[in-house]
């Protein structure tokens, strides 16, 4: 007989458990979105390793400072937040890629992906990181505005929602959605003319 399912503990339950004296409960936070956040300090740091540290560091600062939390607001949001900062002092020792960045605020509310909007460019970029070749997704980046740079970052490597994406830049939600979909409009004419242009080195 097989057992019955356990539901997930929400993220409220298990910081609940933690500030009530179970430590150990954080490592399901860990375990949760290390794989996220990794990738969004990828994107702005652009090495794996100077990627790991800044996680590490950010785990360990949002533990240390778990009572600051506001149970109101997301704490994916706060979480990422955290680690911003953190990619954003270590770029300011001069390490790899220019940062692009606009503060994080708290953030309420969760929206989904809009596949109409965006299905296309979405394909070509989810291609490329498939594919491993991250670090031609992160030249492309560059040639965006900052503040289209940072809406790719947070949805395909943050993997945040729009909702979350628009408390985060401070804008609306249809806002949000724009930018993402214009920096990947943008990101796909890109890919194209990357493409050609291997193309005819080929050829040549």
Request: hydrophobic share 40%.
């Amino acid at each position: 007989m097989a057992a019955p399912d356990v539901p997930e503990l929400t993220d409220g339950e298990i910081l609940s458990a933690v500030l009530a004296g179970d430590a150990d409960r954080y490592a399901v936070i860990v375990k949760r979105y290390r794989r996220a956040l990794l990738n969004l300090a990828y994107s702005y740091l652009g090495d794996s390793q100077l990627a790991e540290d800044a996680v590490q560091e950010a785990f360990l600062n949002s533990f240390k400072w778990l009572h600051t939390y506001d149970s109101r607001y997301s704490f994916r949001t706060w979480l990422w937040r955290i680690l911003l900062n953190v990619c954003h002092r270590i770029r300011e020792k001069g390490k790899k890629l220019p940062v692009t960045s606009t503060k994080l605020q708290a953030s309420q509310g969760e929206d989904g992906c809009s596949p109409l909007e965006t299905e296309v460019p979405c394909q070509a970029l989810a291609g490329l990181i498939d594919r491993e070749r991250r670090g031609q997704v992160l030249q492309l980046l560059d040639k965006l505005t900052p503040i289209q740079a940072e809406a790719i970052r947070l949805r395909f490597f943050g993997e945040m929602k729009f909702q979350e994406i628009a408390d985060a830049q401070g804008i609306g939600l249809p806002a949000a959605k724009a930018r993402v979909r214009n920096g990947l409009l943008q990101l796909a004419k890109l890919i194209q003319n990357t493409c050609q242009e291997l193309s005819e080195e080929h050829a040549r």
